[in-house]
């Protein structure tokens, strides 16, 4: 059973608010050691991520990091624009001044917000995207400097080649060798111009972000259905990157909507405390969400962003905050009946730990389903091609063809999937929420929970390394197993950990990348009680490993 911190889900106070002038000194006068593993440069599966006051994330990360990547661009061949984003996390502007230093002095043409302001991580995506369209050299990529929901102390630094979404694996281990070889000679071989000069070369260009983002959005939600139905909705960004978005798109399109809080500020201190007291900017957390929550009465819908704006958190006013899996497949089984210019063969793309409803759905839709590994770099090509019409994974990130069945982003975009929630209701007269009932009414009611259990750095490895016949399970909770897989059935992929199936319910196991513990997802169609002693059971069978 999770335990929640006394402070969860109240308001922060100020002696738990970041120490920002201590962190942006740490940034420029602390030096990592190449030599500690936990000071190198990582590249997980949203990139670099560390805080100063760790010496994980520091002007020598970023710049070792920038001339990697403009390493990489040379041998990949790769001569357009990079676009650039960052969040309002406190290290991101100053990473973004070191990063352009390095990408001046390399005559890399950048593109940096026209009015110093942030940038949602679909933005770049969409962004590249457009740019690249028709192209077949001189390509785009970009960089979006934010660790995501990640605390205020953190800082994060990832990287979108030309087709748009997350860099694959072996993208990021070139760029990170790099990086850490930079980091381990003491940056020499890092090319390097004083900020002025940089911000002044030819290579850096302003950039309007918003009017194209903003203007292209009627392509994907019918945002005149949502004007006409006259919903009122409500959005709090978070005081993440899309606050300089919402009203423009509230203007163009003259939807009733209402942001109910834009300010930003890098302490963060108007959210209220995560599940572990730490303030932490998720969507889908209802202790970090307690605010727009207790709003819900005051529109038919309302939601959130995390940081840069890659995932959503959707509040209605008949149930409160979503589980994400709910909205996800809720978002699947609309979209797929509702956009006919889709192609018949669109499939649905998810992730090995996300729920079995969204299975459920894609059979009632008689719609091919690709299971994968976690990481929304599996869903990249497919939303390129339209091969795949949605794609999503448990953590509340997700993103969806245009209207007409082209691609609109190849990463998680956390606005169309808000705006997507206001659709719904307007098309179909029921709130997100009372949708995904009437879904559960005919499909069976998912219980889904995901908890964190101790574990040592060899037991992480040993359940990594696990295979089906060390399990040795032909029984779970009361049903026979129906498949024990190491493997996505998509793609054939391994996923880092092992998941055991029956026909009423599930559970999958992987270690933390970043903690001493292991992640258990698990989920039953039965009841709560059914899902413990799944949980419990799956506990019992993985202790059998170490």
Same mark, same amino acid.
């Given at each position: 059973?999770?335990?929640?911190? /006394? ?5 922060? $106070? ?26 190198? %440069? ?19 990360? =970023? ?52 009015? +110093? ?10 962004? !590249?995207? =457009? ?16 660790? $995501? ?11 979108? /080649? /030309?087709? +748009? ?50 203007? @292209? &959005? +009627?392509? =994907? ?14 959005? #709090?960004? &978070?005081?993440? *990157? ?22 930003? #500020? ?7 405390? @995560? ?21 819900? @009465?005051?529109? @038919? %819908? ?11 958190? =959707? ?5 409160? &905050? ?6 996800? *497949? ?21 992730? %090995? ?61 956390? !606005? ?46 040993? &359940? ?16 026979? %197993? ?22 009423? +319910? ?35 069978? !993985?202790?059998?490993?170490?």
């Amino acid at each position: 059973m999770a335990v929640f911190n /006394p402070a969860a889900g109240k308001p922060v $106070s100020p002696e738990s608010l970041a120490n920002i002038p201590r962190l942006i000194t740490a940034y420029f006068s602390s030096k990592p050691d190449a030599a500690d593993a936990a000071q190198r %440069v990582s590249f997980g599966t949203s990139g670099h991520r560390g805080s100063s006051l760790k010496n994980s994330f520091n002007e020598d990360h =970023i710049l070792a990091t920038t001339q990697a990547i403009c390493d990489y661009r040379r041998q990949a061949g790769l001569t357009g624009p990079l676009f650039v984003g960052i969040d309002t996390h406190a290290l991101a502007e100053p990473a973004q001044v070191s990063a352009m230093e390095v990408f001046a002095a390399n005559n890399v043409d950048i593109m940096i917000d026209e009015s +110093g302001g942030y940038t949602p991580t679909p933005v770049i995506s969409h962004a !590249i995207l =457009i740019y690249n369209r028709g192209r077949s050299e001189g390509l785009a990529d970009g960089i979006v400097i934010t660790p $995501s929901h990640n605390p205020p102390d953190d800082g994060g630094y990832k990287y979108n /080649p /030309p087709h +748009g979404g997350p860099a694959d694996t072996d993208v990021t281990a070139k760029i990170e060798k790099g990086a850490n070889l930079y980091l381990e000679n003491g940056l020499r071989g890092v090319a390097r111009l004083p900020y002025e000069r940089a911000r002044k070369s030819q290579s850096v260009h302003p950039y309007d972000y918003v009017s194209p983002y903003v203007s @292209d &959005l +009627g392509n =994907i939600v019918d945002m005149a259905l949502i004007k006409s139905s006259g919903v009122k909705i409500g959005i #709090d960004p &978070l005081g993440g *990157a899309a606050v300089h978005f919402w009203q423009p798109i509230v203007d163009r399109y003259g939807i009733k909507a209402n942001v109910v809080n834009n300010v930003i #500020d890098p302490t963060f201190r108007f959210m209220t405390a @995560d599940w572990d007291g730490k303030i932490r900017m998720d969507c889908s957390s209802p202790f970090a969400m307690a605010s727009l929550i207790q709003m819900r @009465d005051k529109f @038919d %819908v309302a939601f959130a962003n995390d940081t840069d704006a890659d995932r959503h958190g =959707i509040v209605t006013r008949s149930n409160g &905050l979503m589980n994400p899996n709910h909205f996800l *497949a809720t978002a699947i089984a609309y979209l797929f009946e509702n956009r006919s210019q889709w192609g018949q063969n669109a499939a649905i793309g998810k992730t %090995v730990v996300s729920s079995s409803i969204i299975d459920r759905v894609a059979k009632k839709l008689n719609r091919k389903l690709v299971e994968t590994p976690v990481g929304f770099k599996w869903f990249v090509n497919g939303l390129g091609d339209g091969s795949f019409g949605f794609a999503g994974e448990e953590s509340a990130g997700a993103s969806f063809l245009r209207r007409d069945g082209s691609v609109w982003t190849t990463d998680k975009d956390g !606005i169309i999937m808000g705006l997507l929630a206001a659709e719904i209701l307007a098309k179909t007269g029921r709130d997100p929420s009372q949708f995904f009932a009437q879904l559960t009414s005919e499909l069976g009611v998912p219980f889904y929970e995901r908890i964190d259990v101790p574990a040592t750095a060899h037991q992480k490895k040993a &359940l990594k390394d696990a295979n089906p016949e060390q399990l040795n399970i032909k029984e779970l909770a009361g049903d026979p %197993v129906q498949a024990t897989r190491i493997t996505a059935p998509g793609n054939g992929q391994p996923f880092g950990g092992i998941k055991v199936e029956t026909e009423m +319910g599930w559970f999958a196991a992987r270690p933390s990348g970043t903690e001493d513990v292991y992640k258990v997802y698990a989920e039953s169609f039965r009841d709560q009680s059914h899902l413990n002693r799944i949980q419990n059971e799956a506990q019992d069978a !993985i202790a059998q490993i170490f």
